[in-house]
């Protein structure tokens, strides 16, 4: 492995521990904390948790018109400090300004417009909790991507562990000590966010020293407005399947999926770090036609991500009959799905990636806007039907399809980096292994543990992970230089 192969490499491993910890590590450690939430929380009260989320993601969406990915994008295409200062600076004005706009509107017609939108979830005192946690947490969303475009990684991970810890810490005791149930939970949400504030406002504050502009606050806006058919076609197929239950069936099967998909995200987890990371670093070997370099990346990151999904999607079922209340059990038949829905979303990433440096964000808007309509129809016919397991179904077809049309649209620029097709084999694999787990559940009973079964499941992970290295996905020597290179670091770090 070449040396600059070798350092974006590490850099990319680094640079994903950090970001995962700064932007995922809330469900990280709402996952490692799952035994104790479903034992005091109600599948109803999770689905109340979740539509809380989602209307937080939703109003960030909306305040986020694509700006944040011109910035990251513009950031590379200059040099001269002052101009990136500017960026930086302007954004951070645009989101303390543009955040108070759902807080006034919602104060004045939010009973209204909740009573319109939701079947059995009223503004008061939720939705008017979610719409307060939105203003809180988007000034950090500007210092995440400053630490990011800087490779401060280790100061941001600091930062949002303290907040993290004192955050959990609290959310635990609301809801265990003082048995505030859904309510608990989501005021738990709060001390993490407010801590984050300041620590934002002042990084970002000494980073620009002030500096900024309206006039370059509107070119961002501009710039990224193409985005914006992507991200709130994205957020459809994240958030619709709540929303979508809560209209066509109940709260209690808002909670299910929303169970189901905590599971289903945690190979997400990674790959929202590594998404933070992904652009920069193959914008920068993009310009210096550093193609051997992006080429083991895909590699890495497909081999990766495969092995992550198979170990979830593999040992899902036992995970949730161990770990989980048994009223959460009807969640294991259709979380599969939407881990297969999850494999193709960090699929994605690496097409959108290309058309992102080609400026070709309407492309990429266009395939998520079709991915999300297919997934609303899909939806209104089979929840009514199938419930939560039509709309799992739905979120592993559409995102199929965006994925499908996005490597079509780039596989002869594919082509040029790869040489070859064989980061084609993962994916057959991976679905291959999908269809054998699937056919397990007939028989296997999906409530009860199996020794047989599990020892089945470890026969296919081992063997998946013998062809990624036959198939030179992965190569010994370069886990062996990794490896080498992480371990003299931190040798040096404890010694000095």
């Known amino acids: 492995m070449i040396s600059n192969t070798k350092k974006f490499a590490l850099l990319l491993f680094k640079g994903t521990v950090a970001s995962t910890a700064v932007t995922s590590a809330t469900q990280i450690i709402g996952i490692i904390l799952l035994p104790v939430f479903t034992y005091y929380l109600t599948p109803e009260d999770y689905g109340i ?7 937080v993601l939703v109003l960030s969406h909306i305040t ?3 700006i944040l990915t011109a910035t990251n994008r513009l950031y590379h295409d200059t040099e001269d400090i002052n101009e990136r200062k500017l960026l930086i600076g302007s954004t951070n004005v645009y989101f303390l300004l543009v955040a108070l706009i759902p807080v006034i509107i919602c104060l004045i017609f939010g009973p209204k417009l909740f009573s319109w939108i939701f079947k059995d979830f009223s503004f008061y005192p939720y939705g008017f909790l979610a719409v307060l946690l939105t203003l809180v947490r988007q000034p ?4 995440i991507t400053l630490m990011n475009l800087q490779y401060k990684f280790h100061q941001a991970a600091i930062y949002n562990g303290i907040s993290l810890i004192i955050g959990i810490a609290v959310s635990v005791i609301l809801v265990v000590y003082f048995e505030m149930g859904a309510m608990g939970k989501v005021l738990g949400m709060f001390p993490s966010a407010i801590i984050l504030v300041f620590i934002s406002l002042v990084t970002v504050h000494r980073y620009t020293k002030g500096i900024w502009s309206f006039q370059n606050i509107k070119k961002q806006f501009l710039f990224g407005l193409p985005i914006l058919g992507l991200l709130w076609s994205t957020q459809i197929l994240e958030l619709g399947g709540a929303y979508m239950l809560e209209r066509f069936s109940n709260m209690k099967s808002v909670g299910l999926f929303a ?4 599971l289903a995200q945690l ?6 770090g590594l998404r933070q990371m992904w652009d920069p670093i193959i914008y920068e070997n993009m310009n210096k036609k550093a193609y051997h370099t992006i080429n083991k990346l895909i590699y890495y990151f497909i081999g990766i991500l495969t092995i992550i999904i198979l170990g979830v999607l593999l040992f899902s079922k036992e995970a949730i009959l161990i770990i989980v209340n048994q009223r959460y059990y009807d969640a294991i038949p259709f979380v599969g799905f939407l881990i297969m829905g999850v494999y193709f979303n960090g699929l994605i990433t690496l097409s959108n990636s290309i058309l992102g440096y080609k400026n070709k964000f309407g492309t990429i808007s266009k395939f998520a806007l079709i991915g999300s309509i297919v997934f609303v129809f899909m939806c209104i016919f089979l929840i009514p039907k199938f419930g939560a397991l039509g709309a799992a179904i739905s979120y592993a077809i559409s995102y199929f399809i965006f994925f499908i049309l996005g490597v079509w649209n780039q596989r002869e620029t594919i082509i040029i980096i790869t040489q070859s097709l064989k980061g084609l084999i993962p994916i057959f694999l991976v679905i291959f292994i999908f269809s054998i787990n699937y056919i397990f559940s007939f028989y296997f009973d999906v409530k009860e543990l199996s020794l047989v079964e599990i020892i089945l499941k470890l026969t296919l992970l081992i063997i998946t992970i013998i062809l990624l290295f036959y198939l030179k996905i992965f190569e010994k020597n370069d886990f062996i230089d990794t490896y080498r290179i992480i371990f003299n670091k931190l040798k040096k770090t404890f010694i000095s």
Do not use: E, F, Q
């Not at 190979?267 to 929202?272: E, R, V």
């Open 49 to 55: 948790v979740s539509i809380v989320s989602m209307i």
């Open 259 to 262: 169970l189901a998909m905590s």
């Open 267 to 272: 190979p997400l987890i990674l790959i929202n």
């Open 64 to 66: 986020n018109p694509g």
């Open 140 to 143: 950090a969303r500007i210092w």
